[in-house]
């Protein structure tokens, strides 16, 4: 997982014949090699020879049998020997698939747990040695549905894609952009793999390779790597593929009746249940696939996995579904799929029959899972996790509300101030509502609290459809007071008397970026994408962002004098310049929006906990805020020029446009002290007031507020 190229370096390259003996200095070795199982038997017996007797062993196999990779060795390396079954980009895909065979120790199977857990960022589900495991099996169960209907159904393959992905609550590559994705010739050989494995399976001719998916790798047509499979960009056009011609056609209408108004429900399980009622055509396939799906789903337990969370796990961390096919199951209605399977005489597994005997209603219940004759035991979680679902449904945690955020009690003393609005943007009700609660944290007997949310992403900062409207109705006086109020803010946080850390995950934006930077605490989770972006709407940071963004530049330099700060400088203005956003937490603190102090998390999961607990061991130690910056090295007017003329090239290597190259010069007037001709020494209020001078007057310009308009409408910048 390379966040940065720092962090690349740490690879040390090698090849099987001069430097296999470096594997003997290794505590855990991974096999990659060809899916051949002779061969990697072979390299098996090659590694019992070499490694130490308390190395792992693990194979990253798909399609092989597990046990029969370690056959024949001695039993302290079957003992230490397991499948890690890794999904593909495995930075971005969250399963980590453990397959112990019956050799392996307990005690290895945790510790590569733990392992998987805390240091990978995994979600880790333990899975059978049954072919292609659990989400593979259950995942190219459903691309083969989604091509049947394309061949046999009339479905066009931009129906399909539209019917499963987003709207179903899975990702935008959907079926058919996923098998390009992925490789068709891949799609194949797991097919003709699978199928002679899994004789007993009640659906096993649906893993017969489609004489479409042949025809297509016979010619080489292999998906994204050939540049086309299913899909074929041509010029500009999106193309796809004709089952009966074989040739690639524009886009026909798509004919799923009224399925935008579906698309619009925001409520997934409410909408799932609109697909299912749909009379149409895209109800008619969703209930058809679902239907198979689920029932595929409930027939492969116990054979592949023992609890319904292993399946569901499976497909929401290695496939990106948002519910896994068990949570569909009860957002549907249990009783009603039931009736509909036994209607349409799909397979249900004497499990599930047993279930309605018992009178169960659904597989989840008051954060249960059904196991068996009528017993729900907990949910499963890791230790270290904080489950917001969980503490809000006993009323009392909830210490503090309004319409778009509230105060929730994490216990022990630790209090979660929560963003609700719309893109956890910091709308005037978010603002208002974190002033009031940190007046309740400082009077009432709270250790600390965490700022964060159990969203994807922490915060897209500004509410710009406010900020534009306040623009254009010429409110310019309401604008700078609530500008002058979120600085106030954003300083009242960084030197509060109580601990405040920022527990951040995903995108955090703008406004967003300010608030973390305000935090003097901050637990990030390793996919934090984080940038001080408003150049991009025709704004600069006006929250303090800058002034911290100064700071830090000084900071990293050895001392105050001006040409060591200016590298630093340099960089910082290019950062907010080109509105820069991180690629992870690591790379945020190489370009200073996360301090050097952060606590990165590989699994974004654990980041409420770990900020919990960075506020119980700051409060027993005796907490102090950061002590007062009155002090900022400015280098004034020679550093501006110098900021300016980097902005001049960029301009005329056609890289900003005369407007970006205009903000940037309003960026480098606050970054270097305004007025100031030579390097000074100034308070933190210096660089606010210089801020909130220079963003009121950018809100008025016309190219500031087409950014806004465009940005509102397209979610995308404009470079005017």
Same mark, same amino acid.
């Given at each position: 997982?390379?966040?940065?190229?720092?962090?690349?370096?740490?690879?040390?390259?090698?090849?099987? !014949?001069?430097?296999?003996?470096?594997?003997?200095?290794?505590?855990?070795?991974?096999?990659?090699?060809?899916?051949?199982?002779?061969?990697?038997?072979?390299?098996?017996?090659?590694?019992?020879?070499?490694?130490?007797?308390?190395? %792992?062993?693990?194979?990253?196999?798909?399609?092989?049998?597990?046990?029969?990779?370690?056959?024949?060795?001695?039993?302290?390396?079957?003992?230490?020997?397991?499948?890690?079954?890794?999904?593909?980009?495995?930075?971005?895909?969250?399963?980590?698939?453990?397959?112990?065979?019956?050799?392996?120790?307990?005690?290895?199977?945790?510790?590569?747990?733990?392992?998987?857990?805390?240091?990978?960022?995994?979600?880790?589900?333990?899975?059978?040695?049954?072919?292609?495991?659990?989400?593979?099996?259950?995942?190219?169960?459903?691309?083969?549905?989604?091509?049947?209907?394309?061949?046999?159904?009339?479905?066009?393959?931009?129906?399909?894609? =539209?019917?499963?992905?987003?709207?179903?609550?899975?990702?935008?590559?959907?079926?058919?952009?996923?098998?390009?994705?992925?490789?068709?010739?891949?799609?194949?050989?797991?097919?003709?793999?699978?199928?002679?494995?899994?004789?007993?399976?009640?659906?096993?001719?649906?893993?017969?390779?489609?004489?479409?998916?042949?025809?297509?790798?016979?010619?080489?047509?292999?998906?994204?790597?050939?540049?086309?499979?299913?899909?074929?960009?041509?010029?500009?056009?999106?193309?796809?593929?004709?089952?009966?011609?074989?040739?690639?056609?524009?886009?026909?209408?798509?004919?799923?009746?009224?399925?935008?108004?579906?698309?619009?429900?925001?409520?997934?399980?409410?909408?799932?249940?609109?697909?299912?009622?749909?009379?149409?055509?895209?109800?008619?396939?969703?209930?058809?696939?679902?239907?198979?799906?689920?029932?595929?789903?409930?027939?492969?337990?116990?054979?592949?996995?023992?609890?319904?969370?292993?399946?569901?796990?499976?497909?929401?961390?290695?496939?990106?579904?948002?519910?896994?096919?068990?949570?569909?199951? !009860?957002?549907?209605?249990?009783?009603?799929?039931?009736?509909?399977?036994?209607?349409?005489?799909?397979?249900?597994?004497?499990?599930?029959?047993?279930?309605?005997?018992?009178?169960?209603?659904?597989?989840?219940?008051?954060?249960?899972?059904?196991?068996?004759?009528?017993?729900?035991?907990?949910?499963?979680?890791?230790?270290?996790?904080?489950?917001?679902?969980?503490?809000?449904?006993?009323?009392?945690?909830?210490?503090?509300?309004?319409?778009?955020?509230?105060?929730?009690?994490?216990?022990?003393?630790?209090?979660?101030?929560?963003?609700?609005?719309?893109?956890? =943007?910091?709308?005037?009700?978010?603002?208002?509502?974190?002033?009031?609660?940190?007046?309740?944290?400082?009077?009432?007997?709270?250790?600390?609290?965490?700022?964060?949310?159990?969203?994807?992403?922490?915060?897209?900062?500004?509410?710009?459809?406010?900020?534009?409207?306040?623009?254009?109705?010429?409110?310019?006086?309401?604008?700078?007071?609530?500008?002058?109020?979120?600085?106030?803010?954003?300083?009242?946080?960084?030197?509060?008397?109580?601990?405040?850390?920022?527990?951040?995950?995903?995108?955090?934006?703008?406004?967003?970026?300010?608030?973390?930077?305000?935090?003097?605490?901050?637990?990030?989770?390793?996919?934090?994408?984080?940038?001080?972006?408003?150049?991009?709407?025709?704004?600069?940071?006006?929250?303090?962002?800058?002034?911290?963004?100064?700071?830090?530049?000084?900071?990293?330099?050895?001392?105050?004098?001006?040409?060591?700060?200016?590298?630093?400088?340099?960089?910082?203005?290019?950062?907010?310049?080109?509105?820069?956003?991180?690629?992870?937490?690591?790379?945020?603190?190489?370009?200073?929006?996360?301090?050097?102090?952060?606590?990165?998390?590989?699994?974004?999961?654990?980041?409420?906990?770990?900020?919990?607990?960075?506020?119980?061991?700051?409060?027993?130690?005796?907490?102090?805020?950061?002590?007062?910056?009155?002090?900022?090295?400015?280098?004034?007017?020679?550093?501006?020029?110098? %900021?300016?003329?980097?902005?001049?090239?960029?301009?005329?290597?056609?890289?900003?446009?005369?407007?970006?190259?205009?903000?940037?010069?309003?960026?480098?007037?606050?970054?270097?002290?305004?007025?100031?001709?030579?390097?000074?020494?100034?308070?933190?209020?210096?660089?606010?007031?210089?801020?909130?001078?220079?963003?009121?007057?950018?809100?008025?310009?016309?190219?500031?507020?087409?950014?806004?308009?465009?940005?509102?409408?397209?979610?995308?910048?404009?470079?005017?």
């Amino acid at each position: 997982m390379f966040f940065t190229e720092k962090t690349a370096r740490r690879v040390i390259p090698g090849n099987f !014949d001069d430097h296999f003996h470096r594997v003997a200095e290794v505590d855990w070795v991974i096999e990659a090699v060809v899916e051949n199982l002779e061969i990697k038997q072979q390299l098996m017996q090659r590694l019992e020879e070499t490694i130490r007797e308390d190395t %792992l062993i693990s194979t990253n196999t798909s399609g092989l049998p597990i046990h029969a990779i370690a056959q024949g060795h001695s039993e302290s390396f079957r003992k230490r020997f397991l499948g890690t079954h890794f999904f593909n980009p495995p930075r971005y895909l969250k399963l980590l698939e453990l397959i112990p065979t019956p050799d392996t120790d307990p005690q290895v199977l945790e510790q590569m747990k733990w392992f998987g857990q805390i240091h990978l960022g995994k979600g880790v589900v333990i899975a059978k040695d049954t072919p292609n495991f659990i989400a593979n099996r259950i995942g190219m169960f459903v691309t083969m549905l989604g091509i049947k209907a394309s061949t046999e159904q009339g479905y066009t393959i931009e129906e399909i894609d =539209t019917l499963t992905g987003e709207i179903a609550g899975r990702p935008k590559s959907a079926t058919f952009r996923t098998a390009d994705l992925v490789g068709l010739d891949t799609l194949m050989y797991v097919a003709y793999n699978l199928y002679p494995a899994i004789p007993h399976d009640e659906s096993r001719e649906m893993f017969r390779v489609p004489k479409v998916l042949k025809k297509l790798v016979e010619t080489g047509t292999l998906g994204a790597k050939t540049g086309q499979g299913f899909y074929k960009k041509q010029e500009s056009q999106i193309l796809s593929l004709n089952p009966e011609t074989m040739g690639y056609e524009a886009a026909r209408p798509i004919n799923l009746g009224d399925i935008e108004a579906i698309r619009k429900i925001p409520d997934l399980k409410e909408r799932l249940r609109a697909l299912y009622n749909d009379p149409g055509r895209a109800g008619e396939f969703f209930r058809q696939s679902t239907l198979a799906i689920l029932s595929y789903s409930a027939n492969r337990i116990p054979e592949i996995a023992d609890c319904v969370t292993d399946v569901d796990r499976a497909m929401r961390w290695g496939f990106g579904w948002e519910l896994g096919p068990f949570e569909i199951w !009860d957002a549907l209605g249990f009783e009603r799929v039931l009736a509909d399977m036994k209607a349409a005489n799909i397979p249900v597994p004497e499990w599930v029959e047993t279930m309605q005997q018992m009178c169960a209603k659904s597989f989840y219940k008051n954060h249960h899972v059904y196991k068996s004759e009528l017993h729900y035991t907990p949910l499963e979680t890791s230790t270290d996790e904080i489950d917001l679902n969980i503490i809000k449904t006993n009323s009392d945690n909830v210490l503090w509300q309004n319409p778009e955020a509230a105060l929730l009690n994490l216990g022990d003393g630790v209090v979660l101030y929560e963003f609700r609005s719309k893109g956890n =943007t910091l709308s005037l009700n978010v603002v208002n509502g974190l002033a009031e609660v940190l007046d309740l944290l400082e009077t009432r007997n709270y250790k600390g609290m965490v700022i964060g949310n159990g969203s994807a992403h922490f915060s897209g900062g500004a509410n710009l459809a406010e900020m534009g409207m306040m623009a254009q109705s010429g409110q310019f006086d309401a604008i700078a007071r609530l500008i002058v109020q979120f600085q106030s803010l954003m300083q009242r946080i960084h030197y509060f008397p109580k601990p405040i850390v920022a527990a951040v995950q995903g995108r955090a934006l703008g406004g967003g970026c300010e608030l973390v930077m305000a935090c003097p605490q901050v637990v990030a989770a390793a996919e934090t994408y984080i940038g001080l972006v408003e150049l991009g709407v025709g704004l600069i940071p006006g929250a303090g962002g800058i002034m911290r963004m100064v700071a830090r530049a000084t900071e990293r330099a050895l001392t105050e004098t001006p040409s060591q700060i200016q590298p630093f400088l340099r960089q910082a203005f290019e950062t907010i310049a080109m509105a820069k956003v991180s690629n992870s937490a690591y790379e945020a603190q190489e370009l200073g929006y996360l301090p050097c102090n952060a606590r990165i998390v590989m699994d974004g999961d654990r980041r409420l906990a770990v900020a919990k607990a960075e506020i119980l061991h700051l409060s027993q130690i005796g907490y102090a805020p950061p002590p007062e910056q009155n002090s900022i090295m400015v280098l004034g007017r020679p550093t501006r020029a110098m %900021l300016e003329h980097a902005a001049y090239v960029f301009n005329q290597g056609g890289y900003a446009s005369e407007y970006d190259r205009y903000l940037a010069g309003r960026l480098a007037y606050v970054m270097t002290g305004g007025e100031l001709t030579a390097p000074s020494l100034v308070p933190e209020e210096y660089l606010l007031q210089l801020e909130r001078e220079t963003f009121i007057p950018l809100l008025s310009q016309p190219k500031t507020q087409e950014r806004i308009a465009y940005m509102l409408k397209t979610k995308k910048p404009l470079r005017n």
